[in-house]
């Protein structure tokens, strides 16, 4: 289907792609270091499934209603925008002892699996940007257009899963060190709160 060349450039794209600075793994790594690395690789967990939604929607065409329909692409966003100052309205509530003495991280892992992959598919930018990147390594002579579109998806999929595991692992390290102290956990939720926040504003402002 794929051959050699194709899958390590398409590969390739892929790790740097999600080595570049962006929402998604700006989310992994601030609920990482805020919660632990547990935490982290939960939430990527969540984005990859919210990944294979944006995968199905551009097999099944939906990722071109987002581009085409004004209203879809801006109903979405704002559901993202809203979703992600709530997070940050949290975030500034929290205070460091209800955190450190209940171990939050240890314990509600579904619940952040659930917010990656809110924080995911609620942004209609990643089901137009697989819409333009994924069909370009695609070969109709190669056979079904479908099936190669799922199989690019999914290495994409593990490239992230890749990067973002490691941005937990090292994240979640470097934030169990510095939340050892009160008044740098409480530093870290107000800076998830305004991480969060100015991701809501990026996303409020995003155009198709």
């Known amino acids: 289907m794929f051959d050699p060349g194709t899958l390590v450039m398409f590969s390739s794209a892929s790790v740097l792609l999600a080595l ?17 690395k547990r ?3 939960a939430v990527t967990l969540g984005l990859c499934t919210g990944l ?4 199905g929607a551009v097999v099944l065409g939906a990722a071109a209603l987002f581009q085409a329909s004004a209203l879809a692409f801006h109903t ?9 100052l709530y997070l940050a309205w949290q975030a500034f509530r929290a205070d ?12 509600s892992l579904w619940r952040y699996y659930l917010r990656g992959i809110i924080m995911n598919v609620t942004n209609p930018k990643v089901s137009i940007f697989f ?17 190669q579109l799922i199989v690019l998806g999914l290495f994409f999929i593990a490239a992230t899963i890749l990067v973002f595991g490691a941005i937990s692992l090292l994240a979640g390290t470097i934030g169990q060190l510095l939340r050892r102290s009160d008044r740098i956990q409480t530093l870290l939720n107000k800076t998830a709160g305004t991480v969060f926040a100015v ?7 995003a155009s198709r």
């Open 131 to 147: 819409l333009a990147f994924l069909p370009q390594f695609t070969n109709p002579d190669r056979g079904s257009l479908s099936l």
């Open 199 to 205: 991701l809501a504003l990026k996303l409020i402002t």
């Open 39 to 41: 935490v982290g690789l």
């Open 52 to 55: 294979l939604v944006h995968t």
């Open 76 to 84: 979405l966003k704002y559901l993202g925008a809203g979703y992600l």
């Open 96 to 107: 460091a002892g209800r955190l450190n003495s209940h171990g939050a991280q240890e314990t």
């Open 20 to 36: 570049a600075p962006g929402p998604d793994n700006i989310f992994v790594l601030t609920q990482s270091a805020l919660l632990g």
